[in-house]
Every structure is written in structure tokens, then in C-alpha cells.
């Protein structure tokens, strides 16, 4: 309230100033075209918000930018227990929580075909890859039960809106592009080649693109420290990195595929995955789309979404706590600020409104907790599988009981849930022993989570708004925080130094900037959740969501009074002002 009347008092003294110098005796509202030409959307794949506060003096180009010139949301976290990719982009893109937009996690055990779908298998589509390459697979928004913004504003302002999606990822790229995105691009690391399929048009300028810049070009480069070692934070080695094959622990990381390779090989393109140039490379294509599709320098409102993947990779190889972090952040802080700077010369300063999110975060690497005797370890997925079958043999279940548990999801067999559910001493048996696993919390049956029960409870009220009957499992476990998930078996070792994917807050909490049309510069310190950043872009564009669980960030909107109010400004002087309101 304080500031919003801070506002009002400062327009209202701008105001008559404005209108003296135009000699006009009313205030010329702001100069503002009706709708913002393009919508940016970037979502730094595993960017954790404290990566703000703690690396900020790092940067000096594009995500300086956005905390001066932005309005940078200090507390946003995701609501809701399975802090995934294709969960976190779903809910940026479509204002809704998982339950309803119904991308649980990145891939779950689907019942009826009793195996492990990905949130964007279609098998009535076939993936396509750019430059000759031949890629396996289909893809497409087909399980996303609520539409994209960008499907929104496609329909509802008829007037030649393009949407442009780019990301390492596929999940990334078509959560965010909907079903009727114009050109939705991925990353497929096999065939090392830029990917669309079937469900989305093919376009020339990524085929361009594609020929004239391939990945492979960055073969035999070698990743070394961008900064002076005196600014990095922490150990130069991460304790209990896992990096790809091929890096070693700490810098340099050379990439050039497996031993004794001589050209790009799937170990180059994991490799690249996992170094700055791939984000790079995906700023190069996004700036390609601007200038190619003149996005923002037509009729309507375009909408471009870059989701950049390799911070995560390099977060799940390094962690948090490491140099590699640092400076894939410092070289991302270059890439946007040459993306800023294309965007303000193609399609001018203030004409485009930009936002910045991640998808969710990530736990420090439980090794170094321990080293500093914090309470971490890792939970062992096997270890709940195994000790479940255990549980249950007293009682003659057939086995195996558990068809499968991803992660958080424990899904039974058909009809062994529904025969549990009848037996209370088996039941029992089995939560004990889910519960005698090293770092679980607790456990929640899927009752207790349908049709989002209303609660007190933070934890029951996260875990209700990642559930969708038809998708998850039938018991869901939380761990204790800092013990994140291992998903190695004796055959497979872990492939990674950390990871996310639950209720706690490091992996929920993730920065929200806004930045350019309509936006209020500032810091803003309420409570938010990514789902209020669609419902702000449908504000500001003037369209209806079909639903969301967001609101409108209101408090960071710039507010044109003098031309709403012209009542009051024309009023006469000895009239009482009347006191401020904030709903014009
Ligand atoms: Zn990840």
C-alpha cells in the first residue's frame, strides 16, 4: 500500500510537469502501444534464486540488467512436491498447477500401456530432425490438459501472433510452444541434431541455421574459467561431483567426445550439453528467429520462449556449490545481454516485455553437506522397491507387487492397491517399510490427495497440487529434506552429483523477473509462484485463460492513472483530493 501510494504521489507529480511541457493543461498518458509487440519468455533450466543474491557481483550484462531495470520477485516458490522440468515450464506457460494442467513430472508409469511414458510421448507423431539428421521418437503438447499462453494469445488476438519456442529439450520446447507453436525446436543429443516432429510446422530458417552453425562446430573447443579465480565462491573441485564422461572433476573440461574420438560423437554432444556454448548457441538461434520471422515488427503480438538447458546439466554434474555453476551463470549473463541488445534494436526498448524464471531448483550435493556435518544422504529408489516386495511376502501378494516407483510415485501392480486398501495389516506393513528407508519423511496414500483436499498443511496442500489420479502413483513419498533421490540399481550407477524433484524449498524456490512493457522496476518482496507469470502476460495482452491457479502481479504493473483518470485530474483545485485508491 506504502508504495503503490508512493506511485500514485510521484505520477501525480510528473503528471502536471508532462503536461506543461506539451502545453497541454490534462497529462499525456504514457507513451505505450496498446499491446507489447513480443513477449519474451527465458527459463534458466535448474536456476536457483539464491544465485542472485550470491552471484550477482559476477555479472555485468544481461541478468545485471534485469535486477536494475526489472522487477525482480525475491520470494517465488512453486507450490506444489514434484520440482521437474516439464512440470516447471507447464506451469510457467500455462498459469495452472500440475493437477490441472496435468504434466505431473518429466515421465510417469503409465497403467493402461504398464510402462514409464515422458510427459511429451506421442505416438501419433514422429519427430523430425533438422539437416538430414534422422532422429527416433515423437513428441508433442498432446498430454497437456490446459493450453500454453501461447495457444491463448494465438486464438484470441487473431492478428498474426508467431510462437517460437527453443530449448536443449523437448520438454522445455513444447510446454512452453503449446499445441499450435510455429516453430518448436529441440536438442537431440544422439543424433546431435536440432529437432521438431510432426505435430509442428518445419521451418527454413532453423533448417539454415542448423547447416550453417551445426553443434559439432564447437568440437575440440576447451571450457575454461570466464572470471578471474579470485571471484569465484567456493572449492575450484566440487566434492561428489559427477561429471559426463570425458570432464574431470574441475576445470579444464576439454570437449572432445570419448578417448581417442576423432569428431563429434553422443559423448561430445552430452559433453556440450553440459558447457556454456550450447546456450549460446540457443541465444544465436533465437536472435535468427527475431531477424527471420521479424518477430515483434508485425501486426500483433509474437511470443518467443528460450529455455536454457545447460545450467542444469551442469547443476546435476557439479552442484550448486561449484565454479562450474559460477561460470556457466557468468557466460549466460553475456549471452542475454547480446539478446537484450538484439531485442531493443530489432524491436525497440519498452515495445517488448520479457520474463525470466527457472524451473525449478536444486539441492547442494549431499557429500559436501556432510562434509560441513549438515544432516544429507541420498534415498535410494531400489531400496524402497526392495523393501516394499519384503514387506508384503507375510501376507502372499503376488509378486511383484510394485509394477514401478519413479521417484516420489509408488504405483502397484492392477488390483494390488486396491486389495491393500482392504487389508490394513499389509498396508501397515508397507508403509513401514517405505518408511524405514534412509531419508524418507513421510508417505501419503493417493486418497489423501484427490480433488485437492483444503488444508493447513504446506506439505499435504504441495503434494495435492502435483496429483492427478489417472497419472500418479498410489503412495507418494516425501523425503527428508536435503536427501534427494538415487536412482542407481546395482547395474547402473548414479549418472549425476545432485539433483531435485521434491516438496523442500531449495528445489521449489526460483527467481521471477519482469522487465520492459507495462513492468515496474523494483523489488518486490510478497509471496509468488511461477503460475502468476502467464496470468500477468494475459493482462498485459488483454486475453482470458481458460483457468489458473496464478494471479496477475499486479504490484509490479506500471499504472497509466492520467489517462484513466481524467475525473480526477481535471477536478477542481479546491476540491479535497480524495484519498488513493488502487483499483482504477
Ligand atoms: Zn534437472
Known amino acids: 500500500m506504502a508504495r503503490r501510494a508512493a506511485i500514485l504521489t510521484f505520477l501525480s507529480i510528473l503528471g502536471p510537469l508532462a503536461g506543461a511541457q506539451n502545453n497541454s493543461p490534462v497529462a499525456k498518458p504514457p507513451k505505450m502501444p496498446p499491446r507489447p509487440k513480443l513477449i519474451v519468455l527465458l527459463v534458466v533450466d535448474q536456476m536457483r534464486a539464491d544465485y542472485f543474491e550470491k552471484f550477482r557481483g559476477q555479472w555485468t550484462g544481461g541478468l545485471k540488467r534485469l535486477v536494475e531495470e526489472g522487477a525482480w520477485f525475491r520470494d517465488a516458490a512453486y507450490p506444489y512436491a514434484t520440482t521437474e522440468t516439464c512440470v516447471g515450464h507447464a506451469t510457467i506457460s500455462t498459469g495452472a498447477l500440475p493437477a490441472a494442467h496435468g504434466m505431473i513430472s518429466n515421465e510417469w508409469f503409465d497403467r493402461e500401456l504398464e510402462k514409464t511414458v515422458t510427459c511429451t510421448d506421442d505416438s501419433k507423431v514422429k519427430n523430425l530432425g533438422y539437416a538430414g539428421a534422422s532422429v527416433t521418437g515423437g513428441n508433442s503438447a498432446s498430454k497437456m490438459l490446459v493450453p500454453a499462453f501461447a495457444d491463448e494469445l494465438k486464438s484470441q488476438t487473431g492478428s498474426g501472433t508467431r510462437v517460437v519456442t527453443f530449448s536443449l529439450k523437448a520438454r522445455a520446447a513444447i510446454t512452453m510452444g503449446g499445441r499450435l507453436g510455429d516453430a518448436v525446436t ?84 552430452s559433453q556440450w550439453h553440459t558447457s556454456p556454448y550450447a546456450d549460446t548457441c540457443l541465444t544465436r538461434i533465437a536472435e535468427t528467429a527475431v531477424d527471420k520471422l521479424e518477430l515483434g515488427a508485425r501486426a500483433g503480438t509474437d511470443f518467443l520462449g528460450v529455455s536454457y538447458s545447460s545450467v542444469d ?59 560441513s556435518g549438515m544432516d544429507a544422504g541420498w534415498l535410494s529408489i531400489e531400496s524402497v522397491k526392495e523393501r516394499i516386495e519384503k514387506s508384503l511376502e507375510p501376507f502372499h501378494y503376488a509378486k511383484p507387487a510394485v509394477a514401478d516407483v519413479s521417484a516420489s510415485d509408488v504405483y502397484f501392480t492392477p488390483g494390488a492397491y486396491d486389495k491393500l486398501k482392504k487389508d490394513p ?44 489420479k489417472a497419472r500418479s502413483g498410489d503412495l507418494l513419498i516425501v523425503p527428508r529434506p536435503y536427501w534427494p533421490w538415487d536412482s542407481s540399481t546395482p547395474t547402473s550407477p548414479r549418472q549425476y552429483g545432485t539433483t531435485h524433484g521434491t516438496p523442500h524449498y531449495y528445489d521449489q524456490r526460483v527467481p521471477v523477473l519482469l ?57 477542481p483545485k479546491s476540491a479535497p483530493a480524495p484519498a488513493p485508491t488502487t483499483n482504477p
Request: net charge negative.
Open 186 to 269: 529441440w536438442f537431440d543429443a544422439d543424433a546431435g541434431a536440432w529437432t521438431t516432429s510432426s505435430a509442428y510446422p518445419v521451418v527454413e530458417f532453423v533448417e539454415e541455421f542448423a547447416k550453417a552453425h551445426p553443434a559439432a562446430g564447437d568440437y575440440g573447443k576447451t571450457w575454461t574459467p570466464m572470471l578471474p579465480a579470485s571471484a569465484y565462491l567456493y572449492d575450484r573441485t566440487a566434492t561428489g561431483a559427477v561429471p559426463p564422461a570425458g570432464f574431470g572433476a574441475a576445470f579444464p573440461h576439454p570437449l572432445r567426445g570419448q578417448q581417442d574420438s576423432t569428431g563429434p560423437d553422443p559423448v561430445f554432444y
Open 313 to 371: 546439466y551442469v547443476g546435476h554434474a557439479f552442484g550448486p556449490r561449484s565454479w562450474e555453476i559460477q561460470d556457466v551463470l557468468a557466460r549466460l549473463d553475456q549471452d542475454l545481454a547480446e539478446l537484450f541488445r538484439h531485442l531493443d534494436k530489432k524491436v525497440g526498448k519498452g515495445n517488448y516485455v520479457l520474463a525470466l524464471s527457472a524451473d525449478h531448483g536444486v539441492v547442494p550435493i549431499p557429500e559436501n553437506m556432510q562434509k
Open 425 to 468: 495389516a499389509a498396508l501397515r506393513a508397507v508403509l513401514e517399510a517405505i518408511q524405514s528407508v534412509p531419508g524418507v519423511a513421510r508417505v501419503y496414500r493417493a486418497e489423501e490427495l484427490e480433488d485437492r483436499p483444503g488444508t493447513q498443511s504446506p506439505m499435504l496442500s504441495a503434494e495435492a497440487a502435483s496429483f492427478l
Open 515 to 571: 522487465m520492459g512493457y507495462g513492468i515496474e522496476p523494483g523489488e518486490y518482496f510478497q509471496a509468488i509462484t511461477p503460475a502468476d507469470i502467464a496470468p500477468t502476460l494475459a493482462a498485459l495482452t488483454g486475453i482470458t485463460l481458460a483457468t489458473h491457479d496464478g494471479r496477475v502481479l499486479a504490484e509490479a504493473l506500471k499504472r497509466p492513472v492520467e489517462a484513466r483518470r481524467p475525473a480526477q485530474l481535471t477536478r
